[in-house]
């Protein structure tokens, strides 16, 4: 069974995605923001990291560079919402953060976020 880590400050967001992908047959481990997110990694084997963007302690950007340190070859998918002022808060042209390997956009279906892990975890 695949393992995730669904990186999301928002706590029923967080939960309602894991459900969803718990139920879509994958194990999945939350962290509330970047910084728990790296203690997991540091415990957990992960084979999968959905991160959100905004975040408190430590946001998508950093994490995602810190992770890029110890895990370069693990696949990191961010989801984030209003893209415009997070691109512009970021300097970003896009929600193609660096080192991340893809992204999804919120508000999003499970479906669709089901078939982009399928497609990240099974190249």
Known sequence: MKHILLVE???LLREGIEEAL???GFQVSGAANGIEALESIQETKFDLVISDLVMPKMDGVDFVAKLRETHPDLPVLIASGSAGAVMARFGLKSLDVPGATAHIKK???VADLVALVNELLNP
């Open 107 to 109: 508000p999003f279906k």
């Open 22 to 24: 718990e139920l879509s």
């Open 9 to 11: 400050d928002e706590t």
